[in-house]
């Protein structure tokens, strides 16, 4: 079984960035990668959401 990049990640941040390419690499588009890694799609990439 193969292990996921985003497994052996060393902090959250890197973990979802992995995971963004990983989902990516699987075909993905960039908005359902977005919904993934439970962001928001804005300038091209996915971002934070603003806070209130």
Known sequence: MEQLLSSR???WR??????AW???EA???QAEIAAGVGRH????FAVD???A
């Open 9 to 11: 990640a060393v902090d």
């Open 22 to 24: 990983e989902l990516h």
């Open 49 to 51: 959401a603003p806070r």
């Open 27 to 29: 075909g993905w588009t």
């Open 14 to 19: 890197e973990g979802r960035r992995l995971r």
């Open 41 to 44: 799609t804005g300038c091209g």
